[in-house]
Structure formats: structure tokens, C-alpha cells
């Protein structure tokens, strides 16, 4: 049974960093796409990254390249993503996804979230 399930978030303040993590159990890192996603209050989801394990690249959303990174530890099935220079409208909901298929906007599977909330 694919599960997925993300940690870390918090209340941070504007410049500060935060790192969540999602362990994934019932399948093997690298041969997923891992993304993350995240969904801000009355805005619609955001892919802000995705990792294709078949060429190594990561995709990173414009509004948050050179600020955060995405990793995996496969040996220990868990995925990172490690924010800095967080910006109040960084504050969401963010969610990691799984899907063998590659990175998309409609991925298989999907942890409950974790909530970023970055005061000003």
C-alpha cells in the first residue's frame, strides 16, 4: 500500500528556512516521480517542484527557484524539501505525490499535507 506522509511545517518568519520531509512507504523512491505541491487559501494547487528519478532532474517553479531544493534519501524512502528565504506567500498547504509515470499535475498518489504558514 503506496503511502505518503509530509512533516516540518510550522510558523516561520519571513527570511527564515524550513525543511519538510515525506516518507514514502509501499513503493521504491527511485522508480517515482516525486513531487511537491502546495495550495494556498482560496488559490488554486502549485507544483513548486518534481524530481524524475529516470533522468535525475528536479523542475522547480519559477517563484521559488534558488530558494528551495528538493532531495531524496532512497535508502531511507524519504523525500526533503529544504525552504529558505521563505516569503509570506509561501504560506500553504504543502502536499508530496508520487506517480510512476513522470511529474504532472495529476499524480497517483498523495500525502495529507503539512502546513507552512510564514509571517511577515
Known amino acids: 500500500q503506496v503511502q505518503l506522509v509530509e512533516s516540518g511545517g510550522g510558523l516561520v518568519q519571513a527570511g527564515g528556512s524550513l525543511r519538510l520531509s515525506c516518507a514514502a512507504s509501499?513503493?521504491?523512491?527511485?522508480?517515482?516521480?516525486i513531487g511537491w505541491f502546495r495550495q494556498a487559501p482560496g488559490k488554486s494547487r502549485e507544483g513548486v517542484s518534481c524530481?524524475?528519478?529516470?533522468?535525475?532532474?528536479?523542475y522547480y517553479a519559477d517563484s521559488v527557484k534558488g530558494r528551495f531544493t528538493s532531495s531524496t534519501d532512497n535508502a531511507r524512502n524519504m523525500v526533503y524539501l529544504q525552504m529558505n528565504s521563505l516569503k509570506p506567500e509561501d504560506t500553504a498547504v504543502y502536499y508530496c505525490?508520487?506517480?510512476?509515470?513522470?511529474?504532472?499535475?495529476?499524480?497517483?498518489?498523495w500525502g495529507k499535507g503539512t502546513l507552512v504558514t510564514v509571517s511577515s
Open positions: 509501499g513503493f521504491s523512491l527511485d522508480a517515482y516521480s
Open positions: 524530481i524524475t528519478p529516470s533522468t535525475g532532474r528536479t
Open positions: 505525490a508520487a506517480d510512476v509515470t513522470g511529474c504532472g499535475d495529476e499524480m497517483d498518489y
